[in-house]
């Protein structure tokens, strides 16, 4: 292949810094919202980011299509655009292939070209895999961001969609026609980092299938967390904390299959002190979190929201260094980093409160099962190689198209 | 004929217009270096210069110099070299010496810097927030599994969990120094210290003596390749084993007490016989390979209740590969010696010349388990000239799970590294067996003065996880991107997986 | 790189000046999506144009409120939530919230008066050297952080729910009050850890008790007696008659004390070289 496309995948050989603002909103009783709601959660925490990044994801979005997985797709050209769509053909059903509707904002400049897809594997290549639906889907976007030059999947799970860019969230969700989208659970995020890459794809939410993480905050311990995850096949090939904090959660929950509690418990451990005053059975538990899972501990400060089909969670570092604010009316759980942001979306919630440090604050939509990630059995290399596409995290990775 | 070409290396300085004449100097020398006629008389070649007579003099009027000798400028030929020559010469023998690798090699250590905190995100205050040091040795699965205890939470399922690990407030041990190579004062002092820091001292391969038996859940038994001392009581005393392959400063060599040593209390310790020389082969006879170890290991475990055991070894060239080999035998830590650490008595040409630094070989090692997925299987103790916090930061953001100090904790007891401990005359009363010597260490002292010393490391450790931004130990362990190199080169950062300052 | 925002775009807050009603000494600003520059620039020049009484309603989330306020006989009233930094530096004035506070109330403020008829966030009057806060509700962590007094000027602050970790951290002066009364957490402690952890100067009062563990290690715990109730009552009378609670009731439970050891507690920790 000879392009000077850019790979739109970006390593960093250094660790990129940056603060945040976030928000998250979650109907358990799986009532939809409209979009609109995360974008002005977003743009009253305007000053929380610098305009370099800012990004939405919504579940439940695309009612006509809840089976198919949906592609967000970013291309730097048309010629990307034919290749993806080539293997597309070879290895989906396409049921609808459309630009994402977009209108034009001032300030929103340099946007790549804009596509979603409906699909499904064929039917007779899936069995011929013998991969799981998850798994085929999850190798077709490896292959995707690894192999296409100037093409990027932004998100490919199924009724959902990750929204992002470089801007303003507000701006970003404005261009995206957010308020045309109606969904039971929307993470936002407002980025201002302190290095300036510009790439659409760099921007939050980070996602893999449905699963999706909006992170504010700084990362201490990225050092060993990187390291600690390069052990079981991971590579952090993008420098940021919420790629980490991404394979953290697939290594916790999916892999080794601690309940979400716990893995939030191994992520921001209390502290001995309080693992010592704790009753016996729990201590065991905890001590042992803690110490096999401490080189994988998010130290230093951090709010994270994950989102995926069928709730979020959000989560505070330790000793609470970032802003977290939770609130709830009737069915809804919403969580962000200033008051003001929940306020103006819900004039008059039953509850204001702040979570606890480390303690994780939990929305389950009802009827709908979790933890997520449905039937995924790939290696982490090929998570990593999947989700960032870049050279070293793919390098080991076979990648057959 | 000459008695020596070899000139003494001190000059003993007295000002007699201060001195009392009380003649403490006299008594306070292990050495002999004085004679008494109305006042104290210097014999300079027999100073080792560790300053006792100076420490004691009442009147501070001793100093000790070096000997301005001028020899022939050669820079190949120092008068250190023409020294072992003529001393080789004289003799026909092994060159013996003490404590740790004196020459000047580089320090690597001195070449690496931490990061801190500016900004983006904050630092973390060390003396109103918490910053825990705690750290667990032994073997750690790689995944916890749980199940639902019927309440909401969870519990531990059968059989998960971590088992069997040693409990340190701070990643500081005491080095394995045997009784016999150091005085009974010496081992009750470094046990009460570790039971006050809640960590560890270690025997070394001279057996436990009695005394120490109050103090024995902080004390880790070694079996080495003399198994002095060595019985069922001995193994279920220890918090935990360590099988001893090798030391930093004499890799690949036993040991040897002289019978001179072996007086009632280490004979009974040691269980043989008074006066007779206590000798360590060089190999463990019953390890002659990898499986081997193993096989040791689970006897060990086996007699013991299954308590963690740890093997240490001397960092030698293919240290990566060993270590991985002792963890899939089933240690439950690998304790790494560089070839900068003390000895009680070693060959200098051994000492000096053999073995790697303890930078690169926890580098390599750690890096070496992680590419294997097997770093959780077993900690790391790293020793071998650990003479600061820095330095113990260093080795933990390297990789270490904790440090051992030897010559540090001998330092805090009053050793000046003059390296005669092979003498067995030590006039600070550290690395001698004579009474009138070994009553200069009170222990109650001694044990103060190495709590002191760990206590305020561990103050400035927290200090560095502070600047650091992170409030755990285990966040600075392995985090290599918080150390930057200065003045190393390439290859040496790639080894150490640092990057170099500005990067 | 700060830009303008494009148009249409769903906005927090719109760049332009807000509406403002005067009547004699006293101004209401009606700050429903107005910036918090234009806000606050609005604060400033009623301020200098004698405004004695500034009302502003349908506040949501502006910054600096208050902030760096330097003026005698102000009263600001907030309708709404509190954005960041309410009142940092303030030399004065009164401000009272009918609502929430964000995080970051009271921030180095040398005097004045902050009544908050909700809950409060975190690091709720970090080096606040002089003036009063009056939290009805619970509050977050790192509450009183290095509060200090200094000459005249003694920071005082009332908190009525309860609060997080590290209350009244590195305390250098001034007195910091925990009452525990108007809080949604019923069955949380009445306080976190780390209760006064550094602390070297100053006294907090807690209404109820507290554990050993909670406490940092340079503080001291007794029962407050007669004479610490003397000093404590007037400032709670004060507190109730703001927060429109009843005294009695406050003082029916008893009070601990929390005083730091030493106004030096590290002379030992460091060695000279």
């Known amino acids: 292949m000879t392009t000077e496309r850019p790979r739109y995948a970006e390593e960093a050989s250094y660790k990129i810094h940056g603060g945040c603002g976030l928000m998250g909103i979650c109907d358990e009783s799986g009532k939809l919202m409209s979009g609109e709601d995360a974008i002005l959660a977003m743009a009253v925490q305007h000053d929380r980011g610098n305009g370099l990044g800012g990004g939405f994801a919504g579940y439940g979005i695309y009612p006509e299509f809840p089976d198919h997985f949906a592609f967000h797709m970013m291309y730097h050209d048309i010629q990307a655009k034919e290749e993806v769509e080539a293997l597309f053909d070879q290895y989906f059903l396409v049921d609808l292939a459309e630009p994402m509707p977009t209108r034009p904002v001032k300030g929103i400049t340099d946007a790549p070209l804009l596509w979603r897809y409906f699909l499904n594997p064929y039917p007779s290549k899936l069995e011929e895999s013998e991969l799981s639906a998850e798994d085929y889907v999850v190798k077709a976007v490896m292959n995707i961001n690894s192999s296409v030059d100037g093409a990027f999947v932004a998100s490919s799970g199924k009724n959902m969609g990750v929204f992002k860019g470089v801007g303003y969230p507000e701006e970003i969700g404005h261009y995206f026609r957010l308020e045309e989208y109606e969904g039971n659970t929307w993470t936002g995020h407002n980025r201002f980092p302190t290095n300036t890459p510009g790439w659409w794809g760099g921007a939050h939410p980070f996602a893999l299938l449905d699963w999706t993480i909006v992170h504010n905050g700084e990362i201490s311990s990225y050092g060993i967390n990187s390291r600690y995850l390069e052990q079981f096949g991971y590579k952090c090939t993008l420098g940021t904390d919420t790629e980490v904090a991404a394979y953290l959660f697939d290594l916790l929950l999916r892999r080794h299959k601690l309940p979400m509690e716990l893995a939030c418990k191994a992520l921001a451990s209390p502290l001995w002190d309080e693992i010592d005053r704790m009753p016996e059975a729990e201590q065991a538990v905890m001590r042992s979190l803690r110490s096999v899972y401490g080189p ?106 | 004929m000459p008695t020596s070409f070899i000139q003494p290396e001190f000059k003993v300085k007295i000002d007699y217009d201060k001195c009392h004449k009380c003649g403490r100097c006299v008594q306070q020398c292990g050495w002999g270096v004085y004679n008494f006629n109305e006042r104290p008389i210097p ?105 639902p205890d019927g309440n909401g939470g969870f519990r531990l399922a059968e059989g998960e969990g971590m088992k069997n690990n040693l409990m ?151 240290v990566a590969a060993i270590a991985s080999g002792i963890v899939r035998a089933g240690a439950d830590y690998v304790y790494l010696d560089g070839f900068k650490g003390g000895t009680g008595a070693a060959p200098q ?57 030897g010559s540090a904790s001998l330092m805090a007891l009053g050793c000046h590294l003059c390296q005669s401990c092979h003498t067995g005359s030590c006039s600070w009363g550290i690395t001698t067996q004579k009474p009138e010597l070994t009553r200069r260490i009170d222990p109650e002292w001694g044990a103060e003065q190495l709590t002191n010393l760990v206590h305020a490391w561990s103050h400035e450790l927290q200090e560095i996880l502070g600047a650091l931004g992170v409030n755990a130990i285990e966040s600075l362990r392995g985090s290599r991107e918080r150390l930057r190199s200065i003045g190393l080169d390439e290859q040496m950062n790639k080894v150490l997986g640092v990057k170099p300052a500005g990067m | 790189m700060p830009r303008e925002m494009a148009p249409g775009v769903t906005e927090g807050y719109i760049k332009v000046a807000p509406k403002v009603t005067r009547d004699g000494d006293k101004v209401t600003i009606d700050s429903a999506g107005v910036y918090y ?48 930094d309410l009142t940092m530096f303030m030399d004065g004035p009164t401000v009272e919230v009918f609502g929430a506070a964000q995080d970051g109330v009271g921030n180095t403020m040398n005097a004045g008066k902050v009544i908050i008829h909700g809950d409060a966030g975190d690091v709720l009057g970090y080096g606040m050297r002089g003036g009063k806060v009056y939290v009805k509700g619970d509050v ?134």
């Open chain 2, 168 to 318: 340190l407030d701070t990643p500081i041990l005491f080095s394995p120094m045997s009784y016999g190579s150091v005085s009974l004062n010496v081992h009750k002092s470094l046990a009460m210290a570790a039971q006050r820091l809640g960590t560890f001292m270690n025997t070394g391969e001279g057996g436990l003596h009695a005394d120490l038996f109050p103090y024995q859940d902080n004390v880790i038994v070694q079996v080495a390749s003399g198994r002095f001392g060595v019985s069922p009581d001995y193994l279920s005393r220890g918090a935990a084993i360590e099988i001893k392959i090798g030391q930093g400063a004499k890799p690949g060599i036993g040991g040897h007490l002289p019978g001179e040593k072996i007086n009632k209390e280490v004979s009974s310790t040691r269980m043989i016989p008074q006066g007779t020389d206590a000798i360590s082969p060089a190999p463990h006879h019953d390890i002659y390979s990898i499986e081997d170890l193993r096989q040791l290991i689970y006897a060990l475990k086996e007699a013991s209740g299954y308590k963690p055991v740890g093997v240490k070894i001397a960092a030698v060239h293919n």
């Open chain 3, 37 to 84: 520059k234009q806000l606050n620039e609005a604060i400033r020049s009623q301020i200098a144009d004698g405004a004695k009484h500034i009302v502003l309603e349908n506040v949501n989330g502006q910054r600096y409120i208050g902030t760096g306020v330097k003026a005698k006989d102000v009263k600001i009233n907030v309708h709404g939530t509190a954005g960041n």
């Open chain 1, 296 to 401: 994988g501990m998010l130290n230093g400060p951090f709010a994270i929201v994950l989102g995926f089909n069928g709730g979020m969670v959000a989560l505070n570092d330790r000793i609470k260094l970032r802003p977290l604010v939770a609130a709830r009316k009737g069915s809804i759980l919403m969580v962000a980093s200033e008051e003001s942001a929940i306020r103006a979306v819900i004039a008059e919630p039953d509850s204001v409160w702040m979570p606890k440090a480390g303690e994780p604050t939990i929305a389950r939509v009802k009827g709908m099962d979790w933890p997520i990630h449905g039937d995924l059995h790939l290696d982490p290399s090929e998570i990593s190689c999947a989700v960032t596409g870049t050279e070293r995290s793919c390098d080991t990775v076979e990648v057959t198209a």
């Open chain 3, 140 to 273: 977050g962590y790192r509450v009183g952080i290095h509060m200090k007094a200094y000459e005249n000027l003694v920071p005082i602050m009332v908190c009525g729910g309860k609060a997080r970790d590290f209350f009244g951290e590195y305390m250098a002066g001034g007195m910091l009050v925990l009452l525990g009364m108007n809080t949604q957490f019923a069955e949380q402690p009445l306080v976190g850890s780390f209760v006064g952890a550094g602390m070297h100067g100053g006294v907090i009062y807690i209404r109820g008790t507290v554990e050993s563990w909670q406490c940092g290690k340079e503080v001291g715990v007794t029962e407050a007696d007669e004479a610490d109730m003397a000093e404590l009552k007037p400032i709670l009378a004060d507190y109730c008659e703001c927060q429109g609670m009843d005294l009695a009731e406050v003082l029916s439970e008893p009070f601990i004390k929390l005083k730091p050891f030493s106004h030096r507690p590290y002379g030992k920790m460091y060695a000279p070289m």
């Open chain 2, 43 to 147: 014999d300079d070649s027999k100073c080792r210069a560790c300053h006792r007579c100076v420490t004691y003099c009442p009147a501070h009027c001793i100093s000790i110099e070096k000997n301005q000798l001028a020899y022939r400028d050669n820079d190949n030929w120092s008068p250190a070299a023409r020294k072992a020559v003529w001393r080789q010469a004289e003799t026909g023998g092994v060159l013996l010496t003490s404590m740790g690798n004196p020459l000047p090699y580089t320090r690597i250590f001195d070449h690496l810097v931490l990061d801190a905190c500016q900004v983006t995100n904050p630092s973390i205050d060390p003396l109103r927030e918490p910053m825990e040091l705690r750290t667990f040795i032994g073997h750690k699965p790689d995944s916890v599994g749980v199940e």
């Open chain 2, 349 to 405: 040409v051994i000492r000096d010349h053999i073995g790697i630094p303890i930078e690169i070989a926890i580098a390599a090692v750690d890096q070496r388990l992680r590419d294997e997925g097997i770093r959780n299987w077993a900690s790391v103790i790293a020793a071998g000239s650990i003479r600061s916090s820095a330095d113990v930061a260093k080795a933990i953001a390297l990789g270490a799970d904790a440090v051992a100090i």
